[in-house]
């Protein structure tokens, strides 16, 4: 078997893991899957995707289907509890409904989510309501049309508010909508934002830019911290009141009397890293043991070269077991460049 089923933890062999639940050297357990089903997307994000989309590999060289249903089964047994199909556009695949059942229903995996841009919801939703997903993620940074075009590069604001509708007539558990949020850019959106949370159980979550962006429009002083996203927030909204949310919602708040949420994702400043639960495997099949590290060990390799489930599962809880200690120390890794989320899956 290949040298990097084997790989040496940092305090010795004996402390190799052999359980298979996934656990670092920090104690940190590792119970939600991120699983990029493909790299290609219909809008072209302009803090994501190049004009012309990103160079996208020979076919073969991304997982094939029955591939992604073993790394889910291998997971599931691992202990996993939660799985986010993410992409590019996860709904350009038609099997996503039969993955979801998959997990679901064949695997047992209690949470099952999906994070989309929106513009294809309207032909999903019913298959996916039936596939028991547990909520839906859609990304929208403006509710201006014009702003909207010239984020995404295409004219498609009225779909996916049109879509958004759908989810919330629908049976779909939750509902968020993801805004990556930029000074200059659409901060000025910050309290329609908030409405929107009045009159429906929706959460709104202001996310940090990360740079993974193919025009490195976070050099450009667009960024905007989550620590200032909450003063703004506090400054502005009157009625703001902290509540609880999930993981990696660290500062999460509720207007006084209003249905939803609003929450502020600190993805850049990394400041959930002691707390972090998440495993992401990319669409070629790549294993991440952090979002901002470029040490990649490559599930679909060892699969193809007809890895057994245990050796599978020793690569993963080694790579985890060597994990850094946080985004920061990761990021200075050599390795595999992505350069754009699509590639990664946020
Ligand atoms: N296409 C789907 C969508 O847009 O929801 C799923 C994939 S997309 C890569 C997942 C999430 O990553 C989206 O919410 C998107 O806004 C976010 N994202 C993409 N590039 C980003 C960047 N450079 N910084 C922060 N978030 C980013
Ligand atoms: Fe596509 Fe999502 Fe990237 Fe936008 S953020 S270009 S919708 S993958």
Not at 76 to 98: C, H, V, W, Y
């Amino acid at each position: 078997m290949e040298n990097n089923l084997h790989i040496s933890a940092p305090f010795g062999s004996d402390t190799l893991r052999s359980s298979s639940k996934i656990i670092d050297q920090f104690d940190r357990k590792f119970d939600y899957l991120r699983l990029a089903v493909n790299e290609k997307c219909n809008l072209r994000c302009i803090y994501c995707m190049p004009e012309k989309g990103i160079e996208l590999l020979n076919e073969d060289l991304y997982l094939s289907q029955l591939e992604i249903k073993r790394i889910i089964s291998l997971f599931a047994q691992m202990g996993i509890s939660k799985i986010r199909f993410t992409g590019g556009e996860p709904l350009l695949r038609k099997d996503i409904p039969n993955l979801i059942r998959y997990a679901k229903y064949k695997c047992g995996i209690n949470q099952v989510y999906l994070t989309t841009n929106g513009i294809l919801l309207n032909k999903y939703i019913s298959q996916l309501e039936a596939a028991g997903i547990s909520g839906i993620n859609i990304s929208l940074d403006s509710l201006k049309p014009e702003r909207f075009e010239k984020i995404t590069r295409r004219n498609k604001l009225e779909q996916v508010l049109s879509n958004i509708k759908l989810v919330q007539d629908s049976k779909v558990p939750s509902l968020k909508i993801n805004v990556v949020f930029m000074r200059g850019f659409n901060d000025d959106e910050l309290l329609d934002f908030v409405e929107l949370t009045k009159t429906s159980n929706l959460t709104i979550r202001f996310i940090e830019l990360m740079p993974f962006d193919a025009h490195q429009i976070w050099k450009t002083g667009k960024f905007y911290k989550s620590e200032d996203i909450v003063k703004d927030l506090k400054n502005q909204v009157k009625g703001l009141l902290p509540v609880t949310g999930s993981n990696t919602e660290h500062y999460i708040f509720q207007v006084d009397k209003y249905l939803g949420k609003v929450a502020v994702i600190p993805s850049y400043s990394r400041n959930l890293c002691a707390n972090c639960n998440r495993i992401r495997v990319t669409a070629d099949g790549s294993l991440k043991n952090c979002l901002y590290s470029k040490e990649e060990k490559s599930l679909r390799d060892e699969i193809r070269k007809g890895a057994s489930d245990q050796e599978l599962k020793d690569l993963v809880c080694n790579s985890f077991f060597a994990k850094h200690k946080d985004g920061w120390d990761a990021q200075r890794t050599e390795g595999n460049i992505r350069k754009s989320m699509t590639q990664i899956g946020g």
